[in-house]
């Protein structure tokens, strides 16, 4: 731990865009949180946010993004040059971004390296802790990367490179020249952490207004584009992280830069007082914690249930597990919780148990609805939200290997039921009626094999990596970080598309033939998913 003055030094850090076809409602808390750190420590930070940006211009229109399109490289390379010139030329320029923005990366590198050819370039996040030292060779603009959590190695980071620049030019470019890999310690207490600097982002260079923009686009509900959708409505929201780590296993997630199965959460002091300061500096009336899984400390929420309301008074939504959607929600409703995001992922009890989902989700049993099997922990999860007043979304995956088109029958007909519990009693045709129809979402993503993952060791996802994109794999059946690598990962730009291969036929790993497939994917693309029911 570093506990030094860094007084003087100029550090950048730059958030890479993601979804283009979705409103960024999510400030970057990762960034956020490493420049509080180092302004503790007195260094001078900037946030350059890249994908706080959607441009809404004739070229977005052509392209049919109705919320606007990225920044191009030149507006991007243009934005990053008045901030160096604001600022002063950085010491330091931090890529941050998830294994989508590996395009980005390379880009952005160039244009900072041409900007400031003497910068110390580093990448951390999930592209740089997924691919590791490789990164180093694919993207050559970078003198480092940072593998895990980055808010200590980061401090570490920036003592070495104020140390080696005032040694003078030699030893200065010396450093330069070392390629270096970094690794980030988990930490213990979470609660020790500072508030994210979001100050940084009230304002850019040009005295836009970025970080209005993510309070005024809901964190979850429709007109958000996140596969999520909400029977309430929020005006001002904003969103925190309250743990690390997930101890289940689904073999398609991947959470190596937050302490994978290592799960540690803060307090619930240390969650109400960052929701107190949230609300009294952005007069919120939403807050979202977009956890990975809220609900494991009974504890904490048993503490929150005593004294949120009284002392923060906001509404808020998470996410979690079905299987944990038990008594636990009376202590939820009673915080003031509204929204529970589940990662139902599927409705089939074979597939679930492909995706390591199956241990905890199908131990209930099941239950036949509508002349389908449902796990039963699934169905009672929905009907205690209902009970206590919690809206329940629930996420989807399809093609998933080893899924049939009866498979994704199941997950459809899940959702109808869903719909069918959430109608009850109302008349169809009004208004209340079809807004609780909206309220539940029917979008499903297309399963994508991401490196890291268990799913991308299946024996048909390395089967079809290697003859649709060309990937060779190790005897440990790891792949090869070679350019065919390089050139699949920066195929993985948009979580929401279905990839196509070299020959232009589309990626599906399931047991559906690939017009089945492409059939199934227009419907739920065109909102009409309950027609998969009759393929």
């Known amino acids: ?33 490493l420049a509080a750190n180092l302004r503790q420590r007195n260094a001078a930070v900037s946030i350059i946010d890249l994908n706080g940006y959607r441009i809404s211009d004739q070229l977005a229109k052509k392209r049919g993004l109705s919320y606007g399109r990225h920044l191009t490289a030149r507006e991007a390379g243009d934005l990053i040059s008045r901030y160096f010139n604001r600022d002063g030329e950085p010491a330091i320029i931090a890529l941050s971004g998830m294994i989508t923005t590996l395009r980005w990366q390379e880009t952005v590198a160039q244009i900072c390296r041409q900007l ?16 590791g030292e490789t990164l180093l060779s694919w993207i050559t603009d ?26 003078g030019h030699q030893a200065w470019h010396q450093f330069l020249a070392d390629k270096k890999v970094y690794r980030g310690t988990r930490l213990k207490c979470l609660d020790g952490l500072p508030f994210p600097a979001w100050d940084l982002l009230e304002r850019d260079v040009d005295g836009y207004p970025l970080l209005e923009d993510y309070i005024q686009t809901p964190v979850w ?69 977009p956890d990975d899984n809220f609900a494991i400390d009974k504890k904490r ?26 008594d636990r929600l009376a202590l939820m409703v009673k915080a003031g919780c509204i929204y529970i995001g589940f990662g139902a992922e599927s409705a089939s009890a074979s597939v679930l148990t492909r995706m390591n989902k199956g241990g905890f989700m199908l131990r209930g049993g099941s239950v036949q609805i509508n002349g389908h099997s449902f796990p039963r922990t699934m169905v009672d999860g929905i009907k205690h939200c209902h009970e206590v007043g919690i809206h329940s979304n629930c996420t989807w995956i399809m093609a998933y290997p080893g899924e049939t088109l009866n498979d994704l029958k199941t997950s459809v007909a899940f959702i109808l039921w869903q719909t069918e519990e959430a109608t009850e009693g109302l008349i169809s045709g009004t208004p209340e009626y079809e807004r609780a129809v909206a309220s539940i979402n029917r979008k499903m ?17 390395r089967q079809i990596l290697a003859s649709r994109f060309s990937l060779s794999f190790d005897r440990s059946n790891q792949p090869v970080h070679d350019r065919n690598l390089k050139r699949y990962v ?16 589309p990626v599906n790993y399931g047991e559906m033939s690939d017009d089945q497939f492409l059939i199934a994917r227009d419907l739920i693309n065109r909102g009409q998913v309950e027609k998969i029911l009759s393929l």
Request: charge should be negative.
């Open 1 to 33: 731990m570093v506990n030094g003055n860094l007084d003087g030094l100029v550090m950048a850090i730059i958030n890479l865009p993601l979804r283009e076809n979705a409103r960024p409602n999510t400030p970057p808390q990762g960034p956020g949180l």
């Open 116 to 131: 400031i050819p003497e910068a110390f370039i580093i990448s951390g996040g999930g592209l740089a802790t997924e691919i």
């Open 301 to 326: 929420l048993a503490i929150l249930a005593e004294r949120f309301q009284c002392e923060v008074g906001l509404l808020w939504g998470t996410h979690t597990r079905l299987d944990e959607a038990d």
């Open 490 to 505: 920066e195929s993985l730009d948009d979580a929401t598309k279905v990839l196509t291969a070299k020959d232009g036929s």
């Open 221 to 289: 509900g429709g007109s958000a584009n996140n596969s999520s959708a909400t029977s309430f409505t929020m005006d001002r929201s904003l969103t925190t992280v309250s743990s690390r780590g997930c101890p289940h296993g689904c073999a398609f997630c991947w959470r190596g830069t937050q302490g994978q199965q290592k799960y540690r959460n803060r307090s619930a002091d240390d969650l109400i007082k960052e929701a107190v300061w949230l609300r009294d500096c952005y007069q919120l009336d939403f807050l979202g914690f």
């Open 445 to 461: 993503f297309t399963a994508t094999a991401y490196p890291g993952t268990a799913m991308f060791s299946e024996p048909k996802v």
């Open 142 to 167: 970078l003198n480092a990367i940072v593998l895990g959590e980055g808010d200590e190695i980061i401090l570490t980071i920036a003592e070495q490179v104020r140390r080696h620049r005032d040694q």
